[in-house]
């Protein structure tokens, strides 16, 4: 923004600059609206990038927690402010028994993103590189066997997290 009025006043000549005054233009100074302009953006809200996160929560060694248990209720927050960003339900399916229990997992192979598999899509609009601690509380219909688990990563505005998404995991089977 700055570097743009820069080129904008020197190619006009339209304001006086450090060094010398131009009698016919107004008596502004050049460093003065260079002040002014950087205030502004200072002070601008500034427009966040749409960031997609998908989330899941599995039982260790089982499959998605889904709507035959209770769901999952899960929570996205900003660790430096505690502010809640996102928060939602896992009441879909529980996945492909196939990929899930029984072929072994491949590294980067989809295993938890098929259809009807249940997750949250948490659609964000994130400002800057933003640490944010993803919660998952379940399975909410065993009130006894509830458990929470949760990760603390890192979400960089634009840079979805997508197709199996964060994974949450229960230690116990449920």
């Given amino acids: 923004m ?59 060694d089982a499959k998605i927690i889904g709507k035959g248990v209770g ?5 996205i927050r900003e660790v430096s402010s505690g502010k809640v960003l996102a928060e939602g339900m896992l009441q879909d399916g529980t996945g492909e028994t ?9 590294r980067g192979e989809k295993i ?29 219909g065993s009130p006894d066997a509830t458990q929470r688990s949760s990760k603390t990563m890192l979400l960089v505005p634009g840079e979805d997290v997508l197709g199996d998404g964060i994974v949450l995991e229960f230690t116990a089977s449920l």
């Fill in 71 to 75: 769901g999952a209720r899960i929570t």
């Fill in 112 to 140: 938890y993103d098929t259809p009807g598999a249940s997750g949250f899509l948490a659609v964000l609009n994130l400002e800057r590189p933003t640490v944010v601690e993803v919660t998952a509380e379940g399975p909410l």
């Fill in 98 to 106: 196939s990929l899930i229990i029984e072929k072994p997992h491949v």
């Fill in 2 to 60: 700055i570097s743009s009025v820069h080129r904008y006043f020197e190619a006009g000549n339209y304001l006086s600059k450090p060094g010398g005054l131009h009698e016919s233009q107004p008596h502004i100074h050049y460093d003065r609206i260079i002040r002014i302009c950087f205030a502004a953006h200072l002070f601008a809200q500034p427009a966040g990038k749409e960031t997609k996160v998908m989330v899941r929560a599995i039982a260790r």
